[in-house]
């Protein structure tokens, strides 16, 4: 079955540290791959996705991420995180189903 | 924000009583969701709809049920709720342009007790 892999379970940096957070998936044919984000309290967001075309996907509030086809991952950067990120980011994963499938999710607390 | 809403959004009930989740959008898509989020697990899909009546199971379909009467409205039921069914529940809905799938918006969510 489909999986989709966080191996950072909680990440703990300062302001303006740059930021990366792993994702891998299971499934080998073709992939749509997303990143969420869960503020405190709140309902998931969408960071980021990726359908084709350019592997190096732009997201809202300076996030990106790159798709590696040949290593199966979607890892999530931000050059300078900021205390307002503070949150919980899933990666999540459509295969050829009409379903998404969560990683575990990475708490990232950002320290002033 | 896409318009979804969850009713009720708290709630706290004994085990072996039924409970019965609403989730309620004014998209007009056709996917709907439900998941719960547990610490260590992330979201799991507990059930899906892929238009009205049409339903199909997730990873974690034991002792729920689900039914889609009208395009807007999906509702969860736990049938005599356990307390290892105690979490947090959200509904996501998506849609189709053409052949390609969009992204899921998910609802605020209910936090569910069962004690």
């Known amino acids: 079955a489909q999986s989709v892999s966080q191996h950072n379970h909680h990440v703990i940096l300062s302001e303006a540290a740059s930021l990366e957070l792993g994702c891998n998936y299971s499934?080998?044919?073709?992939?749509?791959l997303f990143w969420y984000v869960q503020y405190p309290g709140q309902h998931l967001q969408l960071l980021l996705k990726?359908?084709?075309?350019?592997?190096l996907v732009k997201g809202i509030k300076g996030f990106e991420a790159e798709f590696i086809k040949s290593k199966f991952s979607f890892n999530l950067r931000k050059p300078s995180v900021q205390w307002s990120d503070t949150a919980e980011y899933f990666c999540?994963?459509?295969?050829?189903?009409?379903?998404?499938?969560f990683g575990t999710g990475t708490r990232l607390q950002v320290f002033p | 924000d896409a318009g979804i809403t969850q009713s009720p959004r708290h709630k706290v009930t004994e085990t072996g009583t039924p409970v019965t989740l609403r989730c309620h959008q004014t998209e007009n898509h056709r996917y709907m969701y439900w998941y719960r989020q547990d610490p260590g697990h992330g979201l799991r899909l507990i059930h899906y709809s892929y238009g009205v009546k049409d339903t199909d199971k997730g990873e974690v379909s034991d002792g729920y049920s689900v039914s889609r009467s009208k395009t807007e409205d999906f509702l969860l039921t736990l049938e005599s709720a356990t307390s290892s069914q105690t979490s947090v529940y959200f509904c996501?809905?998506?849609?189709?342009?053409?052949?390609?799938?969009?992204?899921?918006?998910f609802g605020p969510g209910t936090r569910l007790t069962v004690l």
């Open positions: 499934y080998g044919g073709t992939v749509n």
């Open positions: 996501a809905i998506s849609s189709l342009a053409g052949l390609t799938y969009n992204e899921q918006f």
């Open positions: 999540a994963v459509k295969d050829g189903t009409d379903k998404l499938i």
């Open positions: 990726y359908f084709s075309g350019d592997p």
